[in-house]
């Protein structure tokens, strides 16, 4: 019976504990709400839109083959490019999944290989629409039901590539933001930084000095993780590799940065890791890394916009895949760039915050 | 250094208060700590000593009043915590050259340090493994290395051992005799004894603040 008794005083000891720890509690009861709203709301294996790019002397030309395209393919979202050039940019950039060049003989289309679901879903549609061509709506189009259909950047819509090069982003995430979050809570959960402090340490030496040797591991997971993708599953080494560099070089630091703000929320490191957990969740889930991102609603398209991961996938992806050039990327540097810096601005104030409200 | 270098005060506390949180920690502290001496900082858990030996490190701010500083730069100041703030991982000379290159002193300073605390048999060890009278060893060593002016010690007897106290003290007045202020919290009447001045705090307050050698004999009771 007494046996009994020291359990049972052992688990009143344990939930009173569970009870004050609202972080834990939050997580244990929050994260299967977020699992089951994103999942239900946000998640779709169907591309709700499929980009085209019509490429057409004839402006009546261009006009009509939307108008079937809009009739025949669900989601079709038709742009109009100028030259086959601008087209092909626009592939690389990954802003068209499909091209269609109305002028050549007989009619091109070219598809996006380098996402091989949103690809599948892209021919299953060509093939529709060049079926429908063969009874046109008006007898007196001149484009000819016979189609030319191409599959660039991916033409075996081999999973491995997208998956492996998206796999970069996700580890670099995860890695970067939780060795950070954990690096400043350390200090001041085994109360060093009381030490660091006696040191007169500044923020900047702090950021700086504690986060500089994990970019090094940042670099080295990068490089290992390209080489053995390479080895492996054959992804190509970008002629780039300069630009490559400096996108991870930004990504992990912006990652580092916002994991060492969440270590200055955090008094301890478990909450640090229930930070990097909460932010890892959608970053995984929202940003195109699994799921097909022009599949989410526009909500969930809005926050994805907003996270780190979703611009480095396109940019990673683009490179690697598709070839992609500093100036096809740049759209998406930029928001990263923006969201580094704002985080370091956030970093800086909350570690300075931090110094001068300790032991608080 | 010259008798009249010796003189005069260290440090002058005018008013100085400090709120955490809600919780009035220090409320109207002023006095004078004479250079040279060994300045003891006693009372009850909760008094306010290591608050106010943080605000001497400039580890904290005061909410209100001033702190005079007459004691040389802010970076003469050695501060030995009451937790062991050095690193476990990393080995004692290691640490005690971490210590060095954040304070600006070359590796001499760290060889004096391993030498002059006894330190060389372990400088190999990982501070993890040291003993409890060890590690306060390598702090007050970390403490010490840059040739403070200013040395400030919370409860820095509490790990040691009756000799590693004598030596502990020892050193204290050494440095005290070249000119160094010591301000130092205890709880131990042993220590209070050792004391050139002692200043009682009580709920945050100064309850009294005397010379030791006029001290009851229970100061600390």
């Known amino acids: 019976m007494r046996r009994w008794a020291r359990v049972r005083a052992l688990c009143v000891k344990e939930m009173i504990q569970l009870v004050r720890d609202r972080a834990t509690l939050g997580m244990m009861l929050g994260v299967p709400v977020l699992q089951v709203l994103l999942f239900g709301f946000a998640i779709q294996l169907t591309p709700r839109t499929l980009p085209v790019t019509i490429v057409a002397n004839s402006p009546d030309t261009a006009a009509r083959v939307a108008r079937w395209l809009k009739n025949d393919v669900t989601g079709a979202v038709v742009q109009q490019a100028r030259s086959t050039h601008d087209a092909q940019t626009l592939l690389t950039r990954g802003e068209t999944l499909i091209t269609i060049e109305m002028d050549s003989n007989p009619p091109r289309v070219t598809v996006d290989g380098s996402d091989p679901v949103l690809a599948s879903h892209a021919l299953a549609a060509i093939d529709r629409f060049t079926h429908g061509l063969a009874n046109p709506y008006d007898g007196s189009d001149d484009f000819k039901p016979t189609v030319e259909v191409n599959t660039l950047f991916n033409p075996e819509l081999r999973t491995q590539p997208y998956l492996v090069s998206g796999l970069l982003g996700v580890i670099l995430t995860m890695t970067m933001v939780m060795m950070s979050a954990l690096s400043f809570a350390r200090e001041r959960e085994r109360g060093t930084l009381e030490g660091l402090m006696a040191l007169r340490v500044r923020p900047f030496e702090l950021i700086v000095g504690k986060l500089a040797p994990y970019f090094l591991l940042g670099v080295a997971q990068g490089t290992a993780l390209l080489t053995a993708a390479h080895l492996a599953f054959d992804v190509s080494i970008p002629h780039s590799r300069l630009l490559l560099a400096t996108a991870c070089s930004l990504f992990a630091i912006t990652n580092l940065v916002l994991g060492f703000l969440f270590s200055t929320l955090a008094r301890s490191q478990m909450p640090a890791m229930q930070m990097t957990f909460f932010f890892f969740l959608p970053s995984s889930l929202l940003s195109g890394f699994m799921f097909p991102f022009i599949a989410m609603p526009a909500w969930a398209r809005t926050v994805g916009e907003l996270l780190p991961l979703t611009h480095f996938l396109r940019i990673i992806r683009g490179i690697v895949l598709r070839g992609a050039e500093a100036s096809d990327v740049a759209g998406e540097l930029r928001p990263m760039l923006a969201f580094c810096v704002v985080v370091t601005i956030a970093a800086a104030l909350s570690c300075r915050l931090t110094l001068r409200r300790y032991p608080v | ?221």
């Open chain 2, 1 to 221: 250094m010259s008798t009249e270098a010796l003189e005069g005060p260290s440090l002058v506390l005018t008013n100085i208060g400090k709120r955490i949180g809600t919780r009035v920690v220090l409320s109207n502290i002023s006095m004078s700590i004479q250079r040279g001496r060994i300045h003891g900082l006693m009372g009850p858990n909760g008094s306010g000593k290591t608050t106010l030996l943080r605000i001497l490190a400039s580890i904290l701010g005061s909410d209100t009043g001033r702190i005079e500083r007459h004691h040389g730069p802010q970076e003469r100041i050695g501060y030995v915590p009451q937790r062991f703030c050095l690193y476990d991982e990393l080995t004692v000379r290691e640490n005690l050259r971490f210590q060095a290159s954040m304070r600006g002193v070359g590796a001499a300073a760290v060889a004096e340090a391993e030498r002059r605390f006894e330190l060389g048999v372990l400088s190999m060890r990982r501070a993890a493994t040291l003993s409890g009278g060890q590690r306060q060893r390598l702090l007050i060593a970390a403490a010490f290395m840059h040739r403070p002016t200013l040395i400030l010690c919370d409860e820095p007897t509490t790990a040691l051992d009756p000799a590693a106290r004598g030596g502990l003290w020892a050193l204290l007045r050494r440095e005290s005799r070249t000119g160094t202020t010591v301000v130092l919290t205890t709880h131990e009447e042993a220590d209070a004894r050792e004391c050139d001045d002692i200043t009682r705090l009580q709920d945050g307050r100064i309850a009294a603040s005397q010379a030791a050698a006029a001290a009851p004999a229970r100061f600390t009771s």
